[in-house]
C-alpha cells in the first residue's frame, strides 16, 4: 500500500479486536484495500476483495479477522484462512491511510501469526503482488522467507509468494490456555 509519511501521534491504546467480515466497522478496510489494488493494477484488480467467501475468515472454517481500533475506530487489520491443515494463509493487510508509518502493520501480522499459533497452525503463506514493493519489505522485515528470486524483476512473477514457519510455543499456548492440544 502506498506508504505516506504521519507526524508522529502521542502514544495512544490500540485494541485488537476479532470481527465478522459483515462488521461496519470492517467497511474502510475493504474500501482502502479495493481502491489500492485497482490503483496497482486496473479495475479487475478489485475483484481480488470478493475472490473468497466470508465465512472462510471464520473461526468455524479455520479463520479470522482482525481489526485494530485506536479511540473505536478502524487503524488497521487482516486476516488468515485455512491454507491447509497446517497452514494459515494471510489476507487483506491493512494500514488506514491516515495513519501508516506508525507500525501498525507489523502489530497486525504479530496479532495474526499469534492466533494462528493458538489455533495450530505451524506455518504461514501468503502473498502480495509485485506491485506492492512496501508490503514485500514488510515481510521481509517481519521474518517471512520468499519463495522466489529476489533479484528478479518482480512484474516477472505475479504473486510474490512468502512463507513463515511459526514457533512450538505458539502452537502450545492454546493447549495451556484451553487444556485441549490444538484442532489442527
Do not use: N
Amino acid at each position: 500500500m502506498t506508504s505516506v509519511a504521519q507526524p508522529s501521534s502521542p502514544a495512544v491504546d490500540v485494541t485488537a479486536l476479532h470481527v465478522p467480515v459483515s462488521d461496519p466497522r470492517v467497511r474502510p478496510l475493504l474500501r482502502e484495500l479495493g481502491h489500492e489494488y485497482s490503483t496497482r493494477y486496473g479495475k479487475d484488480a478489485h475483484a481480488e476483495i470478493s475472490r473468497y467467501p466470508d465465512e472462510e475468515f471464520t473461526e468455524p472454517y479455520g479463520g479470522l479477522l482482525l481489526l485494530l481500533l485506536e479511540r473505536g475506530e478502524p487503524v488497521a487489520g487482516g486476516a488468515f484462512r485455512r491454507y491447509d491443515a497446517t497452514t494459515a494463509e494471510l489476507k487483506r493487510i491493512w494500514t488506514h491511510s491516515a495513519h501508516r508509518r506508525r507500525g501498525l502493520a507489523r502489530r497486525v501480522i504479530a496479532e495474526l501469526e499469534r492466533e494462528a499459533g493458538t489455533r495450530g497452525y505451524r506455518r504461514i503463506y501468503l502473498t502480495t503482488g509485485p506491485r506492492q514493493p512496501e508490503a514485500r519489505g514488510l515481510y521481509l522485515a517481519t521474518g517471512y522467507t520468499p519463495l522466489f528470486d529476489t533479484e528478479a524483476d518482480p512484474e516477472t512473477i505475479g504473486p510474490l509468494p512468502f512463507e513463515k514457519h511459526l514457533p512450538a510455543e505458539a502452537r502450545t499456548a492454546r493447549t495451556a490456555r484451553t487444556g485441549k492440544a490444538a484442532d489442527l
